[in-house]
C-alpha cells in the first residue's frame, strides 16, 4: 500500500514563497511519476505540477510557470514543490498524487494514490 502526506503549507502574504514537501512511502515511488494538484473553494481540482520517475522531466500548468519548480528526491521518497511569487490565487488546499507510469502526466486519472492535502493561504 502507498501513502502520501504532504506538509510544508501555511499562511503567507503575497509575493512570499513556500515549499511543500510529500513522504511516501512502499517501494515503488522510484518508478513513479509525482505530481501535484490544488482544489481552490468552489472550483474543481486542477493540475499544478508533475514529474518523471526519474526527475529528468516535468511539466507545469501555465499559470505556475516561473515560479514553482517541482523537484524530487527517490532516495528520500520525497516530491518537493517550491512555490515563489506566491499570489492570491494560489490559494488553494495542494495536493499530491503517485502517478501509475514512469512519465509525468497532467490528467488526475492517471494517478492511483493520493495524499490528504495542505493548505496554502495567500493573503494580498
Known amino acids: 500500500q502507498v501513502q502520501l502526506l504532504e506538509s510544508g503549507g501555511g499562511l503567507v502574504q503575497a509575493g512570499g514563497s513556500l515549499r511543500l514537501s510529500c513522504v511516501v512511502s512502499g517501494r515503488t515511488f522510484s518508478m513513479r511519476s509525482m505530481g501535484w494538484f490544488r482544489q481552490a473553494p468552489g472550483k474543481e481540482r486542477e493540475f499544478v505540477a508533475a514529474i518523471s520517475s526519474s526527475g529528468s522531466g516535468t511539466y507545469y500548468t501555465d499559470s505556475v510557470k516561473g515560479r514553482f519548480t517541482i523537484s524530487r528526491d527517490n532516495a528520500k521518497n520525497t516530491v518537493y514543490l517550491q512555490m515563489n511569487i506566491l499570489k492570491p490565487e494560489d490559494t488553494a488546499v495542494y495536493y499530491c498524487?503517485?502517478?501509475?507510469?514512469?512519465?509525468?502526466?497532467?490528467?488526475?486519472?492517471?494517478?492511483?494514490?493520493w495524499g490528504q492535502g495542505t493548505q496554502v493561504t495567500v493573503s494580498s
Open positions: 498524487a503517485a502517478g501509475r507510469f514512469g512519465g509525468p502526466r497532467i490528467e488526475s486519472e492517471q494517478y492511483d494514490y
